[in-house]
T-cell receptor
């Protein structure tokens, strides 16, 4: 079955600490993976996608096919990073979202 | 700016009422989606449409119906609302012209409370 797992509902880190939001997926083919972010009272917006291999707001994510993971990382967390983060898989034309991880960056 | 607009933003209604949530977009995208967001459950797909004549059920379509009135408009209806349909509803669009796996663009959401 196609599935996206985000094991942490809540992740709290101190400002300046490294952040890693975990995402594991289940899909037999070549996946397209995304990270979306939802700031308080705002709409979901695309943060990054794996095929772009870019860094947005200091975040990066590397697709590891062997571990079927697409973890989101940032070396130094900032308070404005506090938000809800969703990992999403799109096998073809449908999108499968994880349950999300709320990141709280503490001052 | 091209956008995805949802109306209403908030709605409180009673059990048994019929409710329509509307979504319109000026992005020129062909694909449109309806999701509901519940705490701890993430986003779950209700319905999706690839064009005006193509509508498909998602994972949680029971109790919901949709209408794609035009390429730019996709409405979600709750025929007889029940309290467990209280949730935040999102409309999203994507553009298939540049490939299947394109990012989705979301509206601001409709917060629906059913008493």
């Amino acid at each position: 079955a196609q599935r996206v797992t985000q094991p942490e509902k809540l992740l709290s880190v101190f400002k300046g600490a490294p952040v890693e939001l975990k995402c594991n997926y289940s899909y037999s083919g070549s996946p397209e993976l995304f990270w979306y972010v939802q700031y308080s009272r705002q709409r979901l917006q695309l943060l990054l996608r794996h095929i772009s291999r870019e860094s947005i707001k200091g975040f990066t994510a590397d697709l590891n096919k062997g571990e079927t993971s697409f973890h989101l990382k940032k070396p130094f967390a900032q308070e404005e990073d506090s938000a809800m983060y969703y990992c999403a898989l799109t096998p073809t034309y449908k999108y499968i979202f994880g349950t999300g991880t709320r990141l709280k960056v503490l001052a | 700016d091209a956008d995805v607009t949802q109306t209403p933003r908030n709605r409180i209604t009673k059990t048994g009422k019929r409710i329509m949530l509307e979504c319109s977009q000026t992005k020129g995208h062909d694909r449109m989606y309806w999701y509901r967001q519940d705490p701890g459950l993430g986003l779950r797909l209700i319905y999706y449409s690839f064009d005006v004549k193509d509508i498909n059920k998602g994972e949680i379509s029971d109790g919901y119906s949709v209408s794609r009135q035009a390429q730019a408009k996709f409405s979600l209806s709750l025929e007889s609302a029940i309290p467990n349909q209280t949730a935040l509803y999102f409309c999203a669009t994507s553009d298939s012209r540049t490939g299947n796996a394109q990012p989705q663009h979301f509206g601001d959401g409709t917060r629906l409370s059913i008493l």
